[in-house]
Nanobody
Framework: QVQLVESGGGLVQAGGSLRLSCAASGRSIFSFDVMRWYRQAPGNQRELVAADARGGSTNYADSVTGRFTISRDNAKNTVYLQMNSLKPEDTAVYYC????????????WGQGTQVTVSS
């Protein structure tokens, strides 16, 4: 049973930083083809924030490029999202996502962690 557990959210002032963690159990994160962070603000659709493919490529939403960094620590079986220069519009629930393409297609989600940025 794969489980993803996010942590590290909280309340921070604009311009501050937070590091979110996504701890995986039941499977090595190295085996996932893609690890992602999504976010969802009240009244908005869930949006992709950052993705890290097993081959090493990463990509980011335009709104966070240059401010957020996704990384994996295979030894700790954890994925991180370092968030710097936070803005009030970054306020949302942040979700960790893991996807397998082969030999089976499977996708897993964490329960989310709240990030609130005050102005």
């Amino acid at each position: 049973q794969v489980q993803l557990v996010e942590s590290g959210g909280g309340l921070v002032q604009a311009g501050g930083s937070l590091r979110l963690s996504c701890a995986a159990s039941g499977r090595s994160i190295f085996s996932f083809d893609v690890m992602r962070w999504y976010r969802q603000a009240p009244g908005n659709q869930r949006e992709l924030v950052a993705a890290d493919a097993r081959g090493g490529s990463t990509n980011y939403a335009d709104s966070v490029t240059g401010r957020f960094t996704i990384s994996r620590d295979n030894a700790k079986n954890t994925v991180y999202l370092q968030m710097n220069s936070l803005k009030p519009e970054d306020t949302a629930v942040y979700y960790c996502n893991a996807e397998l393409y082969f030999p089976i297609s499977a996708e897993y989600w964490g329960q989310g962690t709240q990030v609130t940025v005050s102005s």
